[in-house]
């Protein structure tokens, strides 16, 4: 898919959740101070719809306020509330395990090819260059500085069922530090 394209679909994305938003700040907040990242960007390079989208935020505090009125207004629509979000139906996370600077988040995610971002109060789409190299040759490089969890290994799993690959390296790495932080 073309940038004008991922944009373009993004940007609708976040103006049919803002429909359903009826507090304007809190639309406010949704639309001016939260971006998407990660994982739905590489699908839609590759022409693929995303199963979700990460939407994360500038500021906690804003966050807190968007949290707190899905949860208050829309319980029905919230059908998960975990450690790191809270998944709004049918396929919307709000993120607020991390906030601050895309810049700054994306460098915190798991593997590579998730370093993008876009912005709909800019309509700035970023993509890491070394990003897309693996977004288009659907090969996984995990980045062994974070900590390893179960959420890791199910998202490698998924990957590799849409036929992603990753060196035997970089997956002798993620397990050697799996089996090393871990408890029996």
């Given amino acids: 898919m073309t940038e004008d394209n991922i944009k ?3 940007l609708k994305q976040y103006e049919q959740l803002a429909l359903s938003i009826k ?25 693929e719809i995303p199963n979700d989208l990460d939407i ?6 804003q966050c807190k306020k968007v949290i707190v009125y ?6 029905d629509r919230c059908l998960k509330f975990s450690d790191n979000a809270l998944l709004v139906y049918p396929n919307i996370h709000f993120i607020f395990k991390f906030y601050g600077k895309p810049q700054n ?9 998730c370093r993008a971002f876009y912005e ?14 693996y977004i288009r040759n659907k090969k996984l490089m995990y ?3 974070f900590k390893i969890d179960h959420y890791n290994v199910y998202r490698l799993m998924k990957f590799l069922e849409k ?8 997956l002798k790495k993620l397990f050697k530090y799996l089996t090393a932080h871990t408890r029996p």
């Fill in 56 to 61: 994360y935020f500038y500021d906690k505090e």
């Fill in 143 to 145: 980045i062994q500085e």
């Fill in 8 to 10: 373009r679909y993004l």
């Fill in 70 to 75: 899905f949860r208050k207004y829309h319980n």
């Fill in 163 to 170: 036929g992603w690959t990753i060196k035997r390296s970089s």
């Fill in 120 to 133: 709909p109060n800019t309509d700035k789409l970023f993509i890491a260059q070394y990003a897309m190299h």
């Fill in 105 to 113: 988040t994306i460098r915190r995610f798991d593997f590579l090819h």
């Fill in 23 to 47: 507090n304007r700040k809190i639309r406010e907040i949704v639309f001016e101070q939260s971006y998407i990242a990660g994982g739905a960007i590489a699908s839609l390079v590759l022409n």
